[in-house]
Nanobody, 124 residues
Framework: QVHLEESGGGLVQAGTSLRLSCAAS????????AGWFRQAPGKEREFVAG????????NYADSVRGRFTISRDNAKATVYLQMNSLKPEDTAVYYC?????????????????WGKGTLVTVSS
């Protein structure tokens, strides 16, 4: 079992940066891939970024590629999402998640564990 808790959200202006953190508890965290999803008001939850268990493979949604960077520190059991050049359309609740072994990183239904989310609001 892995418990995930996000932090770092807030209200920022467009063009600025924010770093989200996802602290994990559970001795098996380092065995899981991890990812960030987001859900804007009135929209479905969508994939943002994913990282494999060792941190040497990452992938991003087209909408954030080149602006966001996902990373992890297994010694600290933490996953990060560095968000640069934020846009108003990045406004959403951001969730950290771990996929079931063998599941796609992009499939909301394939996640084994979810955090409760942290709100990011980007003003224009």
């Amino acid at each position: 079992q892995v418990h995930l808790e996000e932090s770092g959200g807030g209200l920022v202006q467009a063009g600025t940066s924010l770093r989200l953190s996802c602290a994990a508890s559970g001795h098996t965290f380092s065995m899981y891939a991890a990812g960030w999803f987001r859900q804007a008001p009135g929209k479905e939850r969508e994939f943002v970024a994913g990282i494999n268990w060792s941190g040497d493979t990452t992938n991003y949604a087209d909408s954030v590629r080149g602006r966001f960077t996902i990373s992890r520190d297994n010694a600290k059991a933490t996953v990060y999402l560095q968000m640069n050049s934020l846009k108003p359309e990045d406004t959403a609740v951001y969730y950290c998640a771990c996929p079931r072994p063998g599941s796609s990183w992009y499939d909301v239904g394939g996640m084994a564990f979810w955090g409760k989310g942290t709100l990011v609001t980007v003003s224009s």
